[in-house]
């Protein structure tokens, strides 16, 4: 479960003790519009406390969710491009700093968000993040070069509802391309419903309700992308799991493993 604000910072971490879940720490880009430049570097500055106070909570796994949207009119001005950007690198930095992979917002941003993670980790062996130190593209649906360039970084891409649309052409042809220890799973609940949940604006107008994006439509999704692929299920359930573990190594213990199997 990741955060998006400082508000939500213990909302997250309270919700993963209380469920046997696992929560990520971060200022979202949308958010960096609602704070002014100085409550923004309040909101780093606890973000920073929080990483070191819970270094040791086993169920903090990520920073997140960080990133840039240049999507919404309102964050594409100069002034709020730049704004983001301090915020993102500085995020990039602490994750960095507290040993932690992130899990990246990258809407309309690929190229910039990969200009900043080479700058941050430039001094790593070949521009790369110490192993288990890179994290997620989260709902990529960037280019066949960009999706190359986060996956030389150590990265996974995430692939949820978005790829069950019939028109997705483009990430279809990914998900069924890329290589198998790239991609994870997921359904940004309750955000991007799969297309079997979808209702058009036209439906919900004439009373239709939209269907509820719950992270029980994962399965679905999975088989979807296994078809693509050309492989089973429970082939695919195994590598997307590896994945997912590989992208977040904290997960192992909590998922009753170690990096070399059942614990």
């Known amino acids: 479960m990741p955060a998006v604000s400082q508000n939500q910072f213990d909302v997250v ?4 003790h209380a469920h046997g879940d696992a929560y990520a720490l971060g200022i979202h880009p949308l958010t960096v519009g609602l704070r002014s430049p100085n409550e923004l570097q309040t909101e780093l500055t606890e973000l920073n406390l929080q990483l070191n106070r819970h ?3 086993p169920r903090l796994v990520a920073v997140g969710e960080i990133g ?3 999507f919404v009119p309102e964050l594409c001005t100069p002034s709020m491009r730049q704004l983001q950007e301090q915020v993102y690198r500085a995020q990039l930095q602490l994750a960095r700093t ?3 992979p992130v899990l990246l917002h990258v809407r309309r941003s690929a190229d910039v968000l990969l200009k900043h993670l080479r700058q941050v980790w430039r001094d790593a062996p070949s521009g790369r993040p110490p192993e288990g130190l890179a994290g997620i593209a989260h709902a990529f649906n960037g280019s066949d070069v960009q999706a190359s360039a986060f996956l030389r970084m150590g990265f996974r891409l995430g692939f949820g509802g978005a790829v069950t649309f019939d028109a997705a052409r483009r990430l279809r042809h990914l998900a069924a391309t890329l290589p198998p220890q790239a991609i994870v799973l997921e359904t ?3 955000d991007i419903p799969p297309q079997w949940l979808y ?3 036209a439906r919900r107008d004439a009373g239709e309700p939209q269907g509820i994006n719950t992270p029980a439509e994962l399965p679905r999704i999975g088989a979807l ?3 693509l692929r050309g492989v089973s299920v429970d082939e695919w359930a195994m590598q997307t799991t590896a994945n997912a573990l590989a992208a977040l190594p904290r997960l192992y213990p909590l998922c009753g493993m170690t990096s070399r199997g059942v614990a």
């Open 98 to 100: 507290h040993g932690l």
């Open 68 to 70: 840039l949207d240049f």
């Open 13 to 16: 971490r309270d919700m993963a």
């Open 55 to 57: 270094r040791s909570d």
């Open 225 to 227: 992308v296994a078809e």
């Open 188 to 190: 940004d609940a309750p």
């Open 199 to 201: 209702t058009t604006a």
